[in-house]
């Protein structure tokens, strides 16, 4: 899977984002229109507008934040791949990451003991267990 594909399954909808800026841009607004009629001397309007401003404001960034880290909860992360290399002759390990052009039974570089022409045994995707927290 490339990073394109992955960066699209983590993207917040551009709609989601479009209203709650717009929530915010609302609240943040009426925030504004408070402290005008604070000083027009209307208390009753500027404490409903200071309400509606304040409960706008941290809804929409409640909102953000909980869509924030739900996308990076939802992040996959792909496991490396490796290959492991086997010496037939002294039976010596080598295990690397994959390179383009690796396959099963290929010859590969000489051993690091006897000299002798290795061979890829193995292919696979190194899965590490992922610790619960609670």
Do not use: H
Not at 82 to 109: A, L, N, P
């Amino acid at each position: 899977m490339s990073k394109t594909q992955s960066n699209a399954t983590t993207r917040i909808s551009s709609f989601v984002l479009l209203i709650i800026f717009l929530t915010l841009a609302l609240s943040l607004t009426a925030l504004i229109l408070a402290t005008t009629f604070f000083g027009q001397g209307n208390e009753i309007i500027a404490g409903y507008l200071l309400l509606i401003g304040f409960i706008g404001v941290a809804l929409s960034t409640y909102v953000l934040f909980q869509t924030r880290r739900r996308m990076l909860r939802l992040r996959i992360e792909i496991p490396p791949i490796v290959t492991t290399i086997e010496c037939r002759k002294c039976g010596f390990k080598s295990v690397r990451e994959f390179q383009r052009g690796d396959y099963i039974f290929k010859e590969g570089e000489p051993c690091q003991k006897c000299n002798e022409k290795m061979l890829i045994t193995a292919i696979y995707r190194e899965v590490k267990d992922k610790e619960k927290t609670a």
